[in-house]
């Protein structure tokens, strides 16, 4: 799976816990930055890679800031994609499974690195279950989206 990965500074320690998992599992990896502990403002590369994934150029994607919450809010001002902090396998994985998360949101201050891997495998293992209830519900959400997007 192609799997496109940002975040800041803040984020930059565990992403490289989070390649070395994708890498291990291997996929493919699309690294939109940043490279270093150097201060950097999250919304840069938290939009690029939210876009490789709304545009199809990548399937998943995962974004690490300090908290998780400032990635997760820049990339779900993108169209298409459906982001979410999740901090433990349970969100990691139900996002998928009923919401059709496509960007997993993590922060480096609150998580460890050996919870990291777990949450990343859950999120990239999950698919979409497509009941009945989860279709309707995710085309509520396509439909706000459309509206608010125009």
Do not use: W
């Not at 270093?36 to 709304?54: G, I, R, Y």
């Amino acid at each position: 799976m192609k799997v496109a990965i940002g975040c800041d500074h803040a984020g930059f320690p565990l992403k490289e816990t989070v390649v070395k998992e994708l890498k291990d599992l291997g996929h493919e990896i699309l690294d939109f930055g940043t490279n270093s502990c150097d201060a950097v403002d999250f919304p840069d590369f938290a939009e690029a890679a939210a876009k490789a994934v709304a545009g199809g150029k990548a399937r998943r994607g995962i974004l690490l800031c300090g908290s998780g919450v400032g990635v997760c809010i820049t990339a779900n001002k993108i169209k298409g994609a459906r982001a979410s902090v999740a901090h433990d396998v349970y969100a990691a994985e139900q996002g998928v499974q009923h919401e059709d998360m496509n960007i997993l949101c993590m922060g480096a201050r609150v998580i460890g690195y050996g919870v990291a891997p777990y949450l990343v495998r859950a999120f990239l293992a999950a698919e979409f279950e497509g009941k009945e209830r989860q279709v309707r519900r995710l085309n509520k959400i396509l439909k706000i989206e459309e509206a608010n997007f125009k």
